[in-house]
């Protein structure tokens, strides 16, 4: 059975980092998507970003393309949100997801996906 973990949240400053992971266990990633999603106060989830882990395609929403940026380390079944020039609206919890991979491209609703991992934190704050 597939299970998948998020984690790295935390609390940063305006114009910091952070990196969220996502670390599959029980399949491996190879023919998969994964996918980052956040959710805000009061707010519906949204997708951030998607990454085709067979062929590494990429996909960003425009809020935060150009600071954040999805990679995968297929050897350790893992896939990294990296988070740059965090701003105060970014704060929200992040969660990621996987799917057996499809042709449907980019895959950035929440529907879409089979495999959710918990929630992590991210609250950008002065």
């Known amino acids: 059975q597939v299970h998948v973990v998020g984690s790295g949240g935390g609390s940063v400053q305006p114009g910091g980092s952070l990196r969220l992971s996502c670390a599959q266990s029980?399949?491996?990633?190879?023919?998969?998507?994964v996918g980052w999603f956040r959710q805000a106060p009061g707010k519906e989830r949204e997708g951030v970003s998607c990454?085709?882990?067979?062929?590494?395609?990429?996909y960003y929403s425009d809020s935060v393309k150009g600071r954040f940026t999805i990679s995968r380390d297929i050897g350790k079944n893992t896939v990294y949100l990296q988070m740059n020039s965090l701003k105060p609206e970014d704060t929200a919890v992040y969660f990621c997801?996987?799917?057996?991979?499809?042709?449907?491209?980019?895959?950035?609703?929440?529907?879409?996906?089979?495999?959710w991992g918990q929630g992590t934190q991210v609250t950008v704050s002065s």
């Open positions: 029980g399949g491996t990633l190879d023919y998969y998507t």
């Open positions: 990454i085709s882990i067979n062929d590494g395609m990429t």
């Open positions: 997801a996987s799917t057996p991979w499809s042709n449907d491209w980019p895959l950035m609703y929440s529907y879409a996906y089979h495999n």
